[in-house]
């Protein structure tokens, strides 16, 4: 399936949760989703790292997912209301993205000032081997992101997806993976520990309200500086239903 233009991006990545639900049901009575079907869902790490200050709030880091399909973009603010991938275009190699908040006019944010990550698919043309600039605006705030290609993947930006989850590092000891489920049913992270090239996340299991759709899910796991080793790194789901391994890419 061809991924949408410009044009046709801004409609799809504002589902709502109940067309999101809609389209899942045509996507259980056989219709293929692509990787633009986003939505804005995220778990984000819960704490503000030591070191960071108020200057570091405004900076934006990034990571290409789902195999070269997908990017997820870093941002600073309340944990409770995650940024949506909005509008989406590129020129060559240059993706301009454009992000808004989090969709829900009656939603409270919360104080704190967590790291959140918001989901977008790359235009068909981008070539996920090759270096990719993403530049990114989120209110008043513009950063441009430089991303290197990996020559490893193998999806075509606008293809369908695989559905499988995926990894990318987006900054020392800190990884975006991307799940996919329930929009409603985010994965709750238990435990991290990790150590040389590999680690370990244990996700919750719980017996909660679940939306039908079939939705991809940022979230961002912290090992910490100098805790792990970022080359050929294998990361361990336990629980959740997630239960696997994933290559980190990046």
């Given amino acids: 399936m061809a991924l949408p233009t410009r044009a046709a991006f801004r409609p799809a990545t504002a589902l709502s949760v109940a067309a999101l639900s809609a389209a899942a049901l045509l996507l259980l009575a056989g219709c293929t989703a692509g ?3 986003t939505a804005p869902s995220s778990t984000p790490v819960p704490s503000t790292p030591s070191g960071a200050d108020g200057d ?8 290409l ?3 070269g399909r997908m990017f997820a973009v870093v941002t600073w603010g309340s944990s409770t209301c995650v ?3 909005d509008t989406v275009s590129a020129n060559g190699q240059t993706v301009t993205v454009g992000l808004v908040g989090s ?3 009656d939603a409270v944010c919360t104080a704190d000032m967590a790291q959140r990550a918001s989901i977008g698919g790359l235009p068909e043309g981008v070539d996920p081997t090759k270096e990719i600039t993403l530049q990114v605006t989120y209110g008043d705030v513009t950063d441009d992101v430089d991303l290197d290609g990996d020559a490893s993947f193998t999806g075509a930006p606008g293809s369908s997806t695989e559905y499988t ?9 800190s990884l975006v993976l991307l799940t996919w489920g ?5 994965p709750i992270v238990e435990g991290i520990e990790g150590s040389g090239a590999s680690g370990t996340v244990t996700f919750a299991d719980d017996d909660r309200a679940c939306t039908m759709d ?26 959740g239903g997630l239960d696997g391994t994933v290559q980190v890419r990046g």
């Fill in 83 to 85: 940024p949506q991938v």
């Fill in 182 to 186: 329930s929009s409603g049913c985010l």
């Fill in 56 to 63: 570091d709030f405004d900076d934006m880091e990034a990571t």
């Fill in 103 to 105: 969709g829900d006019a």
């Fill in 165 to 173: 989850p995926s990894a990318g590092w987006f900054d020392d000891g």
């Fill in 214 to 239: 079939m939705a991809p899910r940022a979230t961002i796991i912290a090992f910490g500086d100098d805790q792990v080793e970022d080359d050929d790194f294998t990361l361990n789901l336990v629980g």
């Fill in 35 to 37: 990787p633009s079907a």
């Fill in 65 to 67: 997912l789902d195999d």
